[in-house]
């Protein structure tokens, strides 16, 4: 039978503000006392069968009652429900791309997946991490023991918006949307004659039947917004150009609607926070990087933030220079840099991003689409800071008005001067920090009921939400006592998915490991005490992707947890006769878009 659904992915408090009605928690409301919450702990794999399944924790306990809890499947790549395929690839026409054995390409890269009720119906937004992208919306069943079950999956077409590129981690939106991302953008200053970049970049080829001249690396690097229209399952895709393009790993709402934090992933990155015009609408307003000022060089470090505003836009403007095909060089005159990091012209900026050390100056008149279509690279000629490292998840605690945010490693960019400076040669080499490979969750105090924000030039920040500090919370560290593991298997390796249980101290991290840990982790991570609970392990090669909580859809509470491509990465052994993380069969290989519980209801 199935059952009414009822909403509410975040439970937040509704209370006066400023005269206004806000969802932001009251000081009061920080010291209330939150629902003690322990996951059952997970063991570390050891044994070969172990190593290749997935094991969750048996049970949760709420304020001292226990429930039992397990890992449930809804969907593996390649399943057939109803009148798709689930991860089936497409190109832009519609027709089934097929690989060098004429067999339809399947996609093992299941990334992250949104519950959305819409009326009485579940559905969920599911996204492939692969060039070219896939999305799908599958029609599920809720039982009345909040069972799970899959009853028709469709591909997403997307070739309005000319497809979708490694979308990653995403969230969902206050009003119910499914909020994607598009990782790795495209370095567009260096398209060759035939339309190549690399060949990563050329594999998006394939939605353009191979023609690479047919590709725009400006199409791609942006936040795609889907929304489900009706309980038929029709939807509505679009891209938010006003955001900025960059390595997007994921987009973050706040309560009120307009704020938005924006992780960027790679080396030499930086952070980034929207604020839009309108609540609920995300197609234009203004965007801002952060400078890091260092006041703590211990451990994460800390950090006073200055945001500094890189102007207003909209998806409007940005997608008329989309249509005319502009190009790196209609944005930016670049010269060669001297190798002491300067430009032998006063006119020019020193940078180093992502694309390394170069001398830059956006034309004149360009200043907004080079905020947009080069938001890295503008943000710093402007002095933000661009020197962070795998940067990763994002999520709210409503409890205490903090921020979190995962730095898979603290790393180059990060570190003062590594390799001879070729991370910070150009640059502000803002961030001097010891290296820590096992990654870092940092916090972000907001600035609410302190005083009003501002930017870096004095002009005031529409936005309650402003971040004015940041600190490390959480680390892995280096341990190799444990053979095939090079930090420690009591804590973190390369954070990466992070979502929080409001009305409780706990903050769920997901790892993205390679020789970290030999299988990847999601803990339960109490930000009172501390304590870290291993509660999922994955098997060899696999990522944890799309952890998130949903605190009660038809009076149940999830925590979904994908295992993206079993078997898909290597251990540190290179002999073939040591590596036991060979797939027994094909089928082995296929990833698992399911979720943790179902959860009891943690309400206020």
Not at 49 to 60: A, F, L, N, P
Request: glycine share 8%; hydrophobic share 30%.
């Amino acid at each position: 039978m199935k059952k009414s659904i009822i909403s509410a992915s975040v439970v937040t408090a509704t209370v006066l503000f400023s005269g206004c009605t806000t969802n932001q928690p009251t000081k009061t409301e920080f010291k209330t006392q939150a629902h003690n919450v322990e996951f059952s702990e997970v063991k570390v794999p050891s044994k070969e069968y172990e190593k290749r399944k997935i094991m969750v924790s048996s049970s949760i306990s709420v304020d001292g009652k226990k429930h039992k809890i397990g890992y449930n499947t809804i969907l593996r790549s390649g399943d057939q429900v109803g009148e798709g395929v689930f991860g089936q690839l497409f190109d832009s026409k519609g027709e089934p791309l097929v690989g060098e054995d004429g067999a339809p390409k399947i996609s093992n890269s299941n990334d992250f997946s949104s519950l959305i009720p819409v009326g009485d119906k579940l559905f969920m937004i599911s996204q492939f991490e692969t060039r070219p992208a896939a999305m799908y919306i599958t029609e599920l069943e809720q039982t009345e023991n909040g069972q799970l079950k899959a009853l028709n999956t469709k591909n997403i077409d997307l070739s309005h918006i000319n497809g979708v590129w490694v979308p990653c981690a995403g969230s969902v939106t206050p009003w119910n949307t499914h909020l994607s991302s598009e990782e790795y953008e495209p370095d567009a200053s260096a398209v060759k004659e035939n339309g190549s970049i690399n060949d990563y970049y050329d594999q998006m080829g394939e939605y353009y039947n191979g023609d690479l001249k047919a590709l725009n690396p400006y199409d791609y690097g942006w936040t795609p917004e889907v929304k489900v229209l009706n309980e038929k399952g029709d939807v509505n895709v679009v891209k938010h150009y006003s955001m900025g393009r960059f390595a997007h790993e994921l987009s973050y709402v706040m309560p009120d609607e307009k704020t938005v934090f924006l992780s960027d992933d790679g080396t030499n990155v930086a952070i980034y926070m929207f604020i839009a015009d309108k609540a609920k609408d995300l197609s234009s307003g203004t965007l801002y990087a952060a400078k890091w000022i260092q006041t703590n060089d211990k451990g994460a470090g800390k950090a006073d933030l200055q945001w500094i505003n890189l102007g207003h836009s909209s998806d409007a403007n940005i997608k008329k220079a989309l249509d005319a095909k502009i190009k790196f060089s209609d944005i930016f005159d670049k010269i060669e840099m001297n190798k002491d990091g300067s430009c032998s012209s006063s006119s020019f900026s020193t940078v180093n991003t992502t694309t390394g050390a170069e001398c830059l100056k956006v034309k004149e008149g360009k200043e907004e689409l080079a905020s947009r279509m080069e938001a890295r690279r503008y943000a710093a000629i402007l002095g933000a800071t661009t020197e962070f490292r795998k940067m990763e998840g994002i999520t709210y605690n409503p409890n205490e008005n903090v921020v979190y945010l995962s730095m898979s490693e603290v790393a180059k960019g990060m570190e003062d001067n590594a390799k001879k400076g070729k991370y910070d040669i150009g640059g502000n080499n803002d961030i001097k920090l010891e290296e820590n490979k096992c990654g870092t969750v940092y916090k972000l105090d907001l600035t609410t009921f302190i005083t009003k924000a501002f930017d870096s030039k004095g002009n005031e920040i529409n936005s309650q939400f402003v971040p004015r500090a940041m600190s490390g919370l959480v680390s892995g560290f280096a341990d190799k006592s444990v053979e095939q593991n090079k930090c420690s298997v009591t804590s973190l390796a390369n954070p990466d998915n992070i979502t929080y249980i409001p009305n409780t101290d706990t903050l769920i991290i997901g790892e993205d490991t390679g020789s970290g840990h030999q299988n990847d982790y999601i803990w339960s991570y109490n930000t009172k005490t501390d304590k870290l609970t291993r509660i999922q392990t994955t098997p060899y090669g696999s990522e944890t992707t799309s952890a998130y909580y949903y605190n009660n859809i038809g009076g149940h509470g999830y925590l979904m947890s994908v295992v993206q491509h079993p078997y898909g990465e290597g251990d540190a052994t290179t002999k073939e006769e040591d590596m036991p993380n060979k797939a027994y069969n094909v089928s082995d290989m296929k990833a698992y878009t399911g979720y943790i519980g179902p959860l009891p209801v943690i309400s206020k």
